[in-house]
């Protein structure tokens, strides 16, 4: 049995019927169709699928920044789909990590400052120096993000994502701007937060052979889910075959 013998996770998030439609009339865009999948709290999660199948627009519905038009998402105990825009800014701003393909960093201030303006505004933050530390960037404080690397620059978005402890963390398309060995170090450091943090943390990709490092793969297509998979034998991220 998966997990040994401990008892199957409670879902951090249960989707049920899930649609989302962009417009109306001859321009309407249906990219979400009823959309039905669990994600259990503290795995780790691969969504991957053709361009436009939807993956981003569950990731925003999941992730508190944008509505459904029909379903439902519940969040532990909460309905996210029943919340008004400030409920789901506090939602955000309590529970969610984000990490995206381009670091978004201030380039005037360095790797610590880039954390503490997280940190600053958070409940029960992570000291900077640690959530750089959990990244493996504790000789890179200092650094502007100029003289950091594209890896470096992502580990710090990632390191300001985590810094307030979020419940869970999305990524989209998190090493879609990095050659294969850095973008193999970036995942590993995903892998790392979700083994010693705890948080759900949920990955976009098109690199398939991600999906070797994941708990669950959830493969979208046009709108639905085409098909989920428990991966019973999850290998480290310096062992994905690329
Ligand atoms: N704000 C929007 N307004 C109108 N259509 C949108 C909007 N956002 C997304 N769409 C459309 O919804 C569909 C799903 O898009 P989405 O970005 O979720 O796909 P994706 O699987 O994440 O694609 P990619 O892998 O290219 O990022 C696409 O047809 C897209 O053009």
């Not at 990524?171 to 590993?188: H, K």
């Not at 959830?218 to 998979?229: L, M, P, Q, Y």
Request: aromatic letters at 6%; charged letters at 25%; proline letters at 4%.
């Amino acid at each position: 049995m998966r997990n040994g013998s401990k008892a199957p996770r409670e879902p951090a998030f249960k989707v049920e019927g899930l649609t989302k439609v962009f417009g109306t009339g001859h321009s309407a865009v249906h990219a979400l169709r009823g959309v039905d999948l669990d994600i259990p709290a503290g795995e780790l999660v691969v969504l991957l699928g053709p361009s436009g199948s939807g993956k981003s627009t569950l990731l925003n519905i999941l992730g508190g920044l944008d509505h459904a038009t029909e379903g439902r998402v519940r969040f532990f105990k909460e309905e996210l789909t029943a919340m008004n825009d400030a409920q789901l800014t506090r939602y955000r701003r309590r529970d969610v990590g984000f990490v995206f393909q381009f670091y978004n960093l201030m380039p005037s201030l360095t790797a610590r400052e880039n954390v503490e303006l997280v940190t600053e505004i958070a409940s029960d933050p992570l000291d900077p120096a640690e959530a750089l530390a959990l990244v493996g960037l504790t000789e890179r404080l200092d650094h502007f993000p100029a003289q950091l690397s594209g890896g470096e620059q992502q580990r710090v978005a990632i390191a300001r994502a985590v810094a307030k402890r979020p419940t869970v963390l999305f990524c989209d398309e998190p090493t879609g701007a990095l050659d294969i060995r850095t973008g193999r170090s970036v995942l590993r450091v995903l892998q790392d937060v979700n083994t010693q943090t705890g948080a759900t943390v949920v990955i976009i990709t098109h690199a398939a052979a991600t999906a070797e490092m994941a708990d669950r793969v959830i493969d979208f297509a046009d709108g639905r889910v085409r098909e989920i998979s428990v991966n019973e034998a999850k290998v480290s991220a310096e062992q994905i075959q690329w």
